[in-house]
């Protein structure tokens, strides 16, 4: 079953906005860890916040976590035709120290238009 | 990328059919995983490994089987393949409490 879930599920910006998209799951967490997936290749991880955590930041990327409301945000700054991907949050349940069985959700699909 | 190959990386066969998808990694990573991606269902876990002859089952497992006799290799086998196992297939490994690491995947479809 997936928890987490992005919105929106397709986003589409110009090249040099901020894009930012939204992921809320159902249980108590780990982490949560954002990964990138281009088209026809496998996912890459982006950055992973602890739920002890609030506010991560990682080059353009800014992750933030709001255990109250189970919810975390993903914005891209200044974005570039090249950060087109479909973007999935993964959450970590308690308990799941290890990463072993995350949880997934369906992804946001962002164009970044030149 | 972190050093894990699927193969094949496309495969057509027929329902019915024994298929096995291989992943091999070079990280000697713990874990290993096989997910795998549909439209609408995002990525869910079919089988994971936490070690040499230890596995676990995923979200979704029936019809799937797994066997790692090395650490670096994981194999998933579908016993006799049926139309609803076409999708796309991802292994994935990490290190204890470390992201997952994904390869390319393999498109498998069963006519």
């Known amino acids: 079953s997936q928890q987490g879930e992005e919105d929106p599920q397709a986003l589409s910006i110009q090249e040099g906005e901020n894009a930012t998209m939204n992921c809320s799951y159902k249980?108590?967490?780990?982490?949560l860890q954002w990964y990138r997936q281009n088209s026809g290749r496998g996912l890459v991880h982006l950055i992973l916040i602890r739920s002890n955590e609030r506010e991560k930041h990682s080059g353009r990327l800014r992750v933030t976590l709001d255990t109250s409301k189970k919810s975390s945000s993903l914005l891209i700054t200044a974005s570039r035709a090249a950060d087109t991907a479909s973007y999935f949050c993964a959450t970590a349940p308690l308990g799941d120290g290890n990463n072993r069985k995350l949880i997934w959700g369906l992804g946001t699909s962002l164009a970044v238009n030149p | 990328d972190a050093g894990i190959t699927q193969s094949p990386r496309h495969k057509v066969t027929e329902t019915g059919t024994p298929v096995t998808l291989r992943c091999h990694q070079t990280?000697?990573?713990?874990?290993m995983y096989w997910y795998r991606q549909d439209p609408g269902h995002g990525l869910r876990l079919i089988h994971y490994?936490?070690?040499?002859?230890?596995?676990d089952k995923g979200e979704v497992s029936d019809g799937y089987s797994v066997s790692r006799s090395k650490t670096e290799d994981f194999l998933l086998t579908l016993e006799s393949a049926t139309s609803s196992q076409t999708s796309v297939y991802f292994c994935?490994?990490?290190?204890?409490?470390?992201?997952?690491?994904f390869g390319d995947g393999t498109r498998l479809s069963i006519l």
């Open positions: 490994s936490y070690g040499v002859k230890d596995t």
């Open positions: 994935a490994i990490s290190a204890p409490a470390q992201p997952q690491h």
């Open positions: 990280e000697n990573h713990r874990y």
């Open positions: 249980t108590s967490i780990n982490n």
